[in-house]
């Protein structure tokens, strides 16, 4: 680099700097440097991904005018990542222990980090999981059973840096394909579209993927810092997130934004007191911000969903039209969640396209017959059956999950736990855990022993059936 092309950085460096601030400045570009002038471009690189992505979504545009301001024949920046291969072995001559350094003989000491562990593995999961440019705020149609939950999301999406955190963490849950994922996007979307925070988008998934290769390449502490340097934190599906050390880590994580006054947002399909393959101190930290659960959707909102994506469709077929009676005929019978009404449309669509043909309620019936499935039964959580249980027995619930063998308190467990086993998917490790810590062999015990009695005692096993008929009412 010539003397006149340094200058030229670092004037270019003092506007940025003016243009962003310090804590930005520090927190980006700090790392940047500048690889060749051309007549009508810069070549600039930074050591990570995270960083290239970033700067890239955020601040490309200010990089380009704060160069123009210096050169204004120059009408493109090329950022890329330093990678290791800038570090060459040192030559024969060299002593092996010699520092890194450019082609103009500067040192480069930020090239040793890149060459001891590729900063492609260790922040790829830093740039985020993808995201849907359909799912947005704009596109998200609103009725009673998500009312809650999108003026929540709105208030997080339109919180500026230094701002109280109102509902921290802020955690949706639902069952599957009901708008968790649209309504996380969307807060992304929303709280990216300006430079001032920093938000990310994470699936359960890409965090633990991120964590281990970071553990593995041996810079999780960069990871750590990188991931508690984010303004909003958003990670969806929850429930997938696996292992001891990564779930430690998230719990950390977690402590650490909330205690420094960042926002998180998390999605499950169930509420934190569910999550059974989580840490309590997890799920009580979880469960201490706003828990909204999403519920299922209702007609007018089946209805509202199926008009909005018949209108996206239009944008680009604008001669695809669904009469209203097909609209409302969909709505009544699709029931389960919006991607079957979303596929529905696109099955009308298809059909319509492909076969030059209206779109009428005889086709409609018959394209979406497998979409039309019978009513989902009831979801039955374990903090139900105890309830219920000590209602039937005139116990209370702390009886149930407490240490005592008085006979009157035994049976009900027992039953309880039956029927924790025979309604819920939970494992009987799991169902030992929410009575009171109990071991797996006490409710495998307890299960055999109801079944035997049921089997020959007419009176318990027409008590058991109807707990299961109040239960799954």
Sequence with gaps: MTNIEQDRWSRVKGRLRS???????????????????????????????????????????????????????????????????????????????????????????????????????????????????????????????????????????????????????????SGVGLGKTHLLQAVTWAGNSGTERKVLYLTAEKFMYGFVAALKSQTALAFKEALRGIDVLVIDDLQFLQGKTTQAEFCHTLNALIDAGRQVVIAADRPPSDLESLDERVRSRLAGGLVVEMASLGEDLRLGILKSRVTAARAHHASFDVPLPVLEYLARTITHNGRDLEGAINRLLAHSKLNAQPVTLEMAEREIRDLVRPQEPKRIKIEDIQRVVARQYNVSRSDLLSSRRTANVVRPRQVAMYLAKTLTLRSLPEIGRRFGGRDHTTVLHAVRKIEGLVAKDTALSDEVELLKRQLQE
């Excluded at 450019?102 to 900063?119: F, M, Q, W, Y």
């Design 19 to 173: 243009s962003v601030g310090e804590d930005v400045y520090s927190s980006w570009f700090a790392r940047m440097d500048l690889e060749s002038v051309q007549p009508e471009s810069v070549h600039l690189s930074v050591p990570t991904r995270f960083l290239k992505s970033w700067i890239q979504t955020h601040y490309s545009d200010r990089v380009l005018s704060c160069w123009q301001a210096e050169m204004p024949q120059v009408h493109r920046v090329d950022l890329t990542v330093r990678t290791a291969m800038r570090c060459a072995a040192p030559a024969k001559d060299a002593p092996a222990h010699a520092e890194p350094r450019r082609d103009d003989g500067r040192p480069a000491p930020e090239l040793r980090a890149t060459a001891i562990a590729p900063v492609s593995a260790t922040h790829e999961a830093l740039g985020g999981s993808p995201l849907d440019p359909r799912l947005t705020f704009g596109s998200f149609v609103i009725g009673r059973s998500n009312t809650l939950a999108h003026a929540a999301a709105r208030q997080v999406a339109e919180g500026r840096r230094g701002d109280p955190v109102m509902f921290n963490p802020l955690y949706i849950h």
